[in-house]
């Protein structure tokens, strides 16, 4: 019935960021046309958590060894807005995209569905 998550980040710069995700990040894309790219993401996963003010939708990135990410995308130039903290369910930082704006990054410790143990 579902056949993937079709995510959208709302930027001021979109042209800056395509780049940071093609570039930086090295996802592969197509271009849906005029040079509209879409980006392919690695398996996802979704949560629903219960919320104390208004509902909102959240986008994390996730990596299998938080430090060595942040190292090789500090790197790469790219700036942290946050240092790495332990939340318990996992590690967590957040990293500036080109146009500004800020995007989490996660090293989860929690079971994933998706992951080859299962």
């Known amino acids: ?14 042209a800056a960021d395509r780049a940071f ?11 849906a046309g005029g040079g509209w790219l879409i980006f392919a993401l690695p398996p996802a996963e979704l949560a629903a958590h219960p919320a104390d ?3 909102h939708h959240e986008l994390y990135l996730m990596c299998d060894d ?6 090789e995308l500090r790197a790469k130039g790219v700036e ?3 240092g790495i903290s332990d939340e318990g369910f996992g590690l967590m930082t957040a ?16 079971p994933r ?3 080859p143990s299962r």
Do not use: N, Q, W
Not at 21 to 31: H, N, P
Not at 66 to 71: D, G, S
């Open 1 to 14: 019935m579902i056949t993937g998550v079709h995510a959208i980040i709302f930027t001021r710069d979109a």
């Open 95 to 110: 990293l500036t995209l080109p146009s500004g704006s800020e995007l989490a990054l996660y090293e989860p410790r929690h």
């Open 21 to 31: 995700f093609r570039d930086v990040l090295d996802l592969s894309s197509v271009d």
């Open 80 to 82: 942290f807005t946050k």
């Open 113 to 115: 569905p998706l992951s």
């Open 66 to 71: 938080i430090r060595a990410t942040v190292e």
């Open 53 to 55: 003010g208004d509902a």
